[in-house]
C-alpha cells in the first residue's frame, strides 16, 4: 500500500528517486507509468498493473470502446526499472503532460502512486481533501 507525499529534485538526467517506503512495495522493481485523468503521471507497481490490465479484457464495454481505450492506456504506457539508487528515468512526454521540471512531488494512492510537479500537487490536494470529507459523508449515509 502506498501513503504518504515526498518532494523530491529531478537530476539533470531526468531521474527521480522512488521514496524508500514505496520501493518496499515494490516487489519486482519495475514500474508501469502513464499519464493520469488530472495532469499527474500515475505509476503502478508491474504486478498490479497486470491487475488492471486483465480487468479491462472483459466487461459490459463494447469492442469498439474496449479497444479505445486499450490504444489510450497502453500506447501511451512506460515500463521502467528502478535501477540500483531506486531512481526512474521520467519520460519527457510524461514530464511534459503532467508540468513536472525540477522538483517532483510523489503521493501515495493506496495501491499505486502518483508523481506530480509542485504547483499543480497544492491545488489538487485541497480539492482532494474537501471532496473527501463529502464522499466520506455520502458513504456513511448508505
Keep these: 500500500m502506498f501513503f504518504g507525499e515526498f518532494i523530491y529534485k529531478i537530476d539533470e538526467k531526468g531521474r527521480v528517486p522512488i521514496p524508500p517506503k514505496f520501493r518496499r512495495e515494490i516487489k519486482e522493481r519495475v514500474v508501469i507509468l502513464i499519464p ?5 503521471v500515475m505509476a503502478y507497481p508491474f504486478l498490479e498493473w497486470k491487475k488492471l490490465a486483465a480487468t479491462l479484457t472483459t466487461g459490459s464495454v463494447t469492442p469498439s470502446k474496449l479497444r ?11 515500463s521502467l ?22 522538483d517532483v512531488t510523489i503521493i501515495g494512492a493506496n495501491n499505486y502512486f502518483e508523481l506530480w510537479g509542485p504547483g499543480q500537487w497544492d491545488e489538487e490536494k485541497v480539492t482532494s481533501q474537501e471532496q473527501a470529507w ?3 459523508e455520502s458513504l456513511e449515509r448508505h
Design 36 to 40: 493520469g485523468v488530472e495532469t499527474c
Design 68 to 78: 479505445k481505450l486499450h490504444r489510450a492506456l497502453f500506447a501511451t504506457a512506460f
Design 81 to 102: 526499472n528502478i535501477d540500483g539508487q531506486g531512481r526512474i528515468a521520467l519520460p519527457t512526454p510524461l514530464r511534459d503532460y503532467a508540468g513536472i521540471e525540477d
Design 134 to 136: 463529502q464522499i466520506i
